[in-house]
């Protein structure tokens, strides 16, 4: 009898846990084709839009001004995205002809609109095409633009005003890369990749010289280190010579390594002793581009180091150093009286002579 | 009268559009081929007057399949002028290595590139 319940509440559950994993499974499913629904809807409302407007942009190309649909509403991001298209694969007169062409069609109006009420993609959309149009008009909205979340749109505001006005653009653009902790290097400098280089670098080495900030001044620093201008290099040994914080001394000394100047090595050198590793490393990479005179002994010095990182990057700047030979590096490997440097001089020995 | 037949190897839709559109208001006739897979299928029919070739293809690269061109008897004196982002020395040497004719960049002129069709028809 108790057996019997036992098995008619396990029969019960069973059937419960079944019902609910149908229940469940149905659920998504529903949902899983709604959103394909949304999709195929979607690709072909796109689809519908360009193959009205496509034509009528490629006549406008050719000089040929054609009458111009009626942009609706529900248009508006679809029109733009392809007129982005368009302009991103071309240049020249034809591209000058389109701008024409979106000023005749209301696509500028209708990059504002949508810059007010759009969704996240609409306001990149909007934020490219503003840019792409190179309209002055276009900057206050731009301006707002860059204060919204996310990064993504802010970044494409940013960049459209770099391409509108290229140095009043990284003029105002710099100090919001600056306080934008989520804006990797990279995405800076495609930001602003429009304007001159060296007025770039003048513009960032000025505020990450006058950044009280350590995250804003070593994000500045990383820009430095990609676009390699004078006054970034300038700047960099500026910063160096004042002792910054560790990660500030780290982005410097990877600039400092980028320009290859010998006369920096005196700048570097002290950086060897630092007490955070990351920094070390740092300084072994850049006094090792550096090749100045005897340094490569500086740099067989922290062989020994107590951080495995800053051995290991030690024992790759001297196997691959020119200052010394093969036959000593492997005497050196053999007798160092420390187990760790001769450990990391074989191991980095057994890569190259490998590869 | 249609003009010469220029096969255009691109997939991004939007260019092979434009170039289409281009091609055919100044009177050439244009045929599209979207994958690296359907231009080698291409290589064993007569061939076009000219290629536009993109480099970064689905199935075979542009510079794949035109190392194969080259070597299709029917096809070597074809000119073939290449489209690409790819904007190093690097690559356009590679380019060149492989036997183009011209090296275009995007975003590229497009009255540029419809001069340099024209230049190279005249000489083939």
Not at chain 2, 81 to 100: R, W, Y
């Amino acid at each position: 009898m108790f057996d019997l319940s036992g098995e008619s509440v396990i029969v019960r559950i069973s059937i419960v846990i079944g019902l609910g994993a149908l229940a469940a499974a149905s659920v998504f499913l529903l949902v899983a084709f709604a959103l394909r629904g949304r999709l195929v809807r979607q690709t072909e409302r796109r689809a519908a839009i360009e193959a009205v407007w496509l034509p009528v942009m490629l006549q406008s190309m050719r000089q040929e001004f054609p009458t111009t649909p009626t942009l609706r509403r529900r248009e508006r991001g679809a029109v733009l995205a392809l007129w982005n298209r368009m302009t991103a694969a071309i240049e020249g007169e034809a591209v000058e002809r389109l701008c024409v062409f979106a000023d005749r069609a209301g696509l500028i109006t209708a990059a504002r609109a949508l810059s007010k009420e759009g969704s996240g993609e609409e306001l990149v959309v909007a934020a490219t095409f503003l840019g792409r149009n190179r309209d002055a008009a276009g900057v206050p909205v731009l301006l707002d633009l860059a204060q919204k979340e996310p990064i993504v749109v802010r970044a494409e505001a940013a960049r459209a005003l770099v391409r509108i006005e290229p140095e009043a653009g990284v003029r105002s653009v710099v100090p919001m890369i600056a306080r934008w902790e989520d804006c990797h290097s990279a995405v800076a400098v495609a930001i602003l990749r429009d304007a001159p280089s060296e007025v770039v670098s003048e513009v960032v080495a000025g505020h990450a010289l006058a950044a009280q900030d350590p995250g804003a001044q070593a994000r500045l620093v990383d820009v430095l280190a990609i676009i390699k201008g004078r006054a970034g290099h300038a700047a960099a040994r500026t910063l160096l010579d004042r002792q910054p914080p560790p990660e500030v001394a780290s982005r410097c000394l990877a600039v400092l390594r980028e320009h290859r100047a010998p006369e920096d090595a005196i700048l570097v050198r002290p950086y060897l002793k630092h007490e955070m590793p990351f920094v070390r490393v740092q300084a072994v990479a850049a006094l090792a581009r550096l090749q100045g005179s005897g340094d490569v002994w500086r740099i067989a010095g922290c062989l020994g180091d107590r951080d495995w990182w800053v051995r290991n990057r030690a024992a790759r700047a001297v196997v691959t150093s020119p200052a010394i030979a093969r036959s000593l590096v492997e005497l050196l490997a053999s007798v160092h009286p420390d187990r760790y440097a001769r450990g990391a001089l074989v191991q980095v020995l057994g890569e190259i002579g490998a590869s | 009268m249609v003009g010469p037949r220029i096969l255009v190897i691109e997939d991004e839709p939007d260019i092979s559009g434009m170039l289409q559109f281009y091609l055919e208001s100044e009177g050439f006739e244009v045929e599209l081929i979207i994958t690296g897979a359907e231009a080698m299928d291409r290589l064993a029919t007569d061939p076009p007057a000219l290629v536009i070739l993109d480099y970064m293809l689905p199935h075979h690269n542009g510079l794949t399949i035109l190392r194969q061109l080259r070597e299709t008897a029917a096809w070597v004196k074809t000119p073939v002028i290449m489209l690409t982002a790819k904007s190093s020395e690097h690559d356009q040497v590679a380019g060149f290595d492989a036997g183009a004719d011209d090296y275009v960049v995007k975003p590229f002129q497009l009255d540029s590139l419809v001069a340099r069709v024209q230049r190279l028809l005249k000489g083939a």
